[in-house]
């Protein structure tokens, strides 16, 4: 069990380092802390394990996404060159 | 008091099932003279193995089948009767009535128009839009199918009605329904689409928004009765009050009755339903961040939403209506088993489907509100009377009063 | 966030028919708003030119087909004046009867429609359901329901049955209790005004100077209904008086609207009562030269006819002027600053009806 945590949180977070959209990137480190809360259920915190996912799973990428959204310039990128056509 | 339905619990129920079907498998491969498989079938870590996956099936079925197709058919009927009209009326009719010839009828009560619906949806193609971003696009409902259904893993129905018991039963839920916006975010930004881009920013915005004051409404129950094991909270409403008949539920203590209604807000909010539904507003943003979705795809969708409705209504019994207590307690017994007449699970659902009932009564009957006041009812009203519930019952704890 | 165009049609639940309107937002708040139109124009003034002057009636009635008895008695009025003919007491007051009925049944599906914009399904249904017994009256005085085709150059097409006011007065008391329901759901949902106060602001100047007219206009505080001011048919011998409100936003053209419907049960009752008898239609010359213009008032507004013949049995040229084409183009000033959710308020405020746009 262990091994397959660490071996998806390790995948995940080279993921969220290497990818380019980041949107993406949110994605994978969304898996990559809800497999982290799976080693700590591995490791009976079941407190930690839960509080991670309320926090960390549930609202830390989401204002992350929010970050991304709200500062980029070109969201729709289909979109904003079939406008320009 | 009151018994549950399930005599052990649901895991013991399914393991005595597994043992017989599994004792029929043996006595098979017995009779085939392979007596070695048939006992390999027998040892524990499979009898273990098979009786989770019956477990597992059944608390699915139960949640998102029967309770699922219950809920749309009550909110489908009720909202019907609001405005003055039957709804749904797809039925078969019994064999021997004479209507039966016809075979489907449209007098019927309604109940087969949801699984009608539901084969629709199977068959349609399941479009995929050229300019999504496909792994999101794909991943968002998967992320919020398996988190409405992993509420269920910890969601007791009864005292004995529950696939696992934990400890921080509580919490579990309220984790599991907050993987639901990011869920939201991802597949309205993936479509490509502007609307649903729009409807996942105003979904992500509101439901991180209204889950805070949900969660303070549940310290502050947590506070009262000092724990987070939905079993213990249910016990401790379950004495009467000061000496009256009235059991001691949670909302009719003064500082709970705020954080009831509150919780009831939060909730409807969190459900997107009408009053709150601005991600989905369906005249400015046609279906919000679901417009790209197609098939049955879109099928879970929508019908998750009601049972992210269902759960959240039987936490707010579980918090505040006392969860499975009820008045009836007779019991008869049959081969040595007490089964109760009214058991818990009716007392459980019948309180559920009340508020989910009082839910939809709500959102047909006024209009949806603008996207910045919703935000604006959220952090400027439901926030501070939400911490004003807190320390109310902080002072009620503190001095004893209940 | 970078400002964005957002099209809002023409495939788009807010539009009622087919155009299209397209914002730009600034995340939330519209910046700017462009409508465009012309997906449904049918050619009608074009197509009434090779028309004989009575069966033009059939294309004036689906100019709008939520309110088509008003738009052909529009026209009939401009080709009557154009032949100089003075129709019967008895067919006026038909005609004052149906216009009313039909201006009831079109501000219902107005309230239909706006209901469902804001979000409030149910005032959908509520309000189909009594324009339903309003349609009924309507087929009992025309036989058809929507595209009555009942007014008819000199005259109406039928008179009513003789038990047609005992049937007027069942439908307006049991309209006016449903009425009182519906105010109530409007006025005292806490939700329904957040939704529709101070929403779409038109001062009475701007709303002059962009043209707008009818229960808009009057919401904008403007003492202008042309059953009033140029009355015309019998108007003028029937105790009523105008709504209007002086709040010029969303809410007070809806309540604009609402009173209107009162008025109107009240027009149809006192018309019925001193409606005389005797003839209801005459025979109108088969020719006619010159040119007529003619305004009246709407469900929605102005529309005015203008109709020119050259002595032929048909007109040489037909020029209609829609209310809801002026009132689009005050659509962008009405919207700039709010928020993407008023777009629906505001356009269902204004009721639009793409027909008429269109043409």
Redesign the interface.
Known sequence: MFLVFSAVEIVGAILTVTSKKLVRAAFWLLITLITISGIYILLRAEFVALIQILVYAGAVPVLLLFGIMLTRKKMLEESETSEAK | MSGSLLTPNLVGLCRSLTEILLGIVKAIFDALSLPGLGSWFMSPGVVVFFTYLIATLVMVMWAALVNLLSVMWVERKL?SR????RGIMLGVPWPWSKKYKRGMTNLGWGFLQNIADGVKLLQKENITPA?A?K??FH?APAIIVSSTIMVFAVFPFSENFYYTK???GV??V???L??G??AI??AG??S????T??GG??A??MM?SY?IPL?LCVVAVVLLSGTLDPFQMVAVQERPLLGTIVPSWNVFSPPQMLGFVIFFIALVAELER??F??PE??????EGWTTEYGGMRFGFLFGFKWLRAFAGAGLLVILYLGGWNGPVFATFSVLGYPIPILPQEFWFLLKTYLVVMVIIWIS??????????VLKIGWNRLIPLALLTILGAAVFKTMGWF | MAEFWVNMGPQHPMTHGLWNLRIKVDGETIVDAEPIIGYLHRGVEKISEVREFQKVIVLTDRLCYVSSITWSHAYCLAVEELMGIEIPERGKYLRVISLEIQRIASHLMWLAAFGADIGLLTMLLYALRERELFLDLIEIMAGLRLNSNYTRVGGVRNDVPADFEKSCQRVIAHFLKKLDEYEDMMENSKTFLMRTQGIGKLSKEDAINWGVTGPNLRGSGADVDLRRTIPYEVYDQIDWEPAIEKDCDCYARSIVRMREMRESCKIVLDALKKMPPGPYRMKPPRRAEGEAFRATEDSRGEALFYVAADGDDRPYRVKIRSPIFCTLAAVPQMMRGHKVADVVSIMGSIDICVGEIDK
């Open positions: 909202y609001i405005q003055d009209r300019s971003d792994l999101l991943a934990v400890a921080l919490l579990f309220l984790a599991a907050s993987l916006p990011f975010i991802l930004y993936s490509n689409n502007k609307y881009l729009i920013l105003r992500a915005a991180l889950e969660i009408i009053p539904d601005i507003a369906d005249a400015e943003l046609v047909w009957s006024i209009p949806r509100v603008r996207a910045d006041q």
